[in-house]
């Protein structure tokens, strides 16, 4: 099993450019979730899945998009990318409501 | 909602002895879990040891253990016979029923030789 990956590594964006942020986990979980990681906070929530489909907003969903279509994939989009969504992303994935979350390795993105 | 604070942005210790990190958290949920994540210079985030709020014993792991005082809302992880491989931020986190995970903003910790 790969377990959660996710593309590209690293990402340079200018303001105002889109993109989309990939995942996928090969462990057939039902949930997964995107994160932001920025200095001195921890990691934040912004949309989970708890299946193909069915998708929330978690705590800092603004300028991002989400759909699961599959349960391998979860992809995040930024339509219009700001400097202030500079940060580390990360994907996790889970079997249920009460399993521990596996995370992916992470994309670091810069917004100039 | 949830809330977990690590109240110590970074801490050192030598290698072989022993180091406390701290968290506090709150939650209106009797039902919850509770987590420790090391996040080494890689940016991997590894889990490190769960603790079940229903469970009165504390969770080891080789030389990883918890104090879970769910009175007092506090979670801190012992790190025994430390190691240079143990230098990496350390997430506290909470979780309620649905799996959304709260983090703490993380305790640097350094092992020096």
């Known amino acids: 099993n790969a377990g959660v990956t996710q593309t590209p590594k690293f990402q340079v964006l200018k303001t105002g450019q889109s993109m989309t942020l990939q995942c996928a986990q090969d462990?057939?979980?039902?949930?997964m979730s995107w994160y932001r990681q920025d200095p001195g906070m921890g990691l934040r929530l912004i949309h989970y899945s708890v299946g193909a489909g069915i998708t929330d907003q978690g705590e800092v969903p603004n300028g991002y998009n989400v759909s699961r279509s599959t349960t391998e994939d979860f992809p995040l989009r930024l339509l219009s990318a700001a400097p202030s969504q500079t940060s580390v992303y990360f994907c996790?994935?889970?079997?249920?409501?009460?399993?521990?979350?596996?995370f992916g390795p992470g994309t670091r993105l810069t917004v100039l | 909602a949830q809330t977990v604070t690590q109240s110590q942005p970074e801490m050192s210790v030598q290698e072989a002895e022993t180091v406390t990190l701290s968290c506090t958290y709150d939650t209106s949920e009797n039902n919850y879990y509770l987590f420790w994540y090391k996040q080494p210079p890689s940016r991997q985030m590894i889990l490190v040891i769960r603790?079940?709020?229903?469970?009165?014993q504390n969770a080891t792991e080789n030389r990883f253990s918890v104090n879970f005082q769910k009175a007092a809302k506090s979670f801190s992880l012992k790190i025994s016979d430390s190691q240079l491989g143990d230098t990496a931020m350390y997430f506290c986190a909470s979780m309620e029923y649905g799996n959304k995970l709260v983090f703490g903003a993380g305790t640097i910790l350094r092992v020096k030789s």
């Open positions: 603790q079940e709020a229903y469970k009165q």
């Open positions: 462990m057939n979980h039902e949930y």
């Open positions: 996790a994935s889970t079997m249920d409501s009460t399993d521990t979350q596996y």
